[in-house]
């Protein structure tokens, strides 16, 4: 992975995981764990959509919204979890 590739995943990532704990009326996990949430979310996403064949509009606003879908699946579980 390139300094570039790494850049975006984190920058990317960082937003989804953000949008992610708007989305889901919680302050999130803070900035680091936004940013875990969100790159682990991106990949969870990227693979959950192509699985079901989902494409959204154009490669920054796919990987926004794949991260974020990702990201909101993966708070989900995390919050199941923690009640428990």
Known sequence: MELEEAIVLVLIGGVAGWL???????????LL??????????????????VLGISVGSEWLDL????TVG????????RLVKRA
């Open 33 to 50: 764990g936004n940013i875990v949430i969100g790159v682990l979310g991106s990949f969870f996403g990227g693979w959950l959509f192509g």
């Open 20 to 30: 992610a704990g708007l989305i889901l009326k919680g302050g999130g996990f803070g």
């Open 71 to 78: 990201a909101l699946a993966l708070l989900f579980l995390i």
């Open 64 to 67: 926004i919204v794949t991260a």
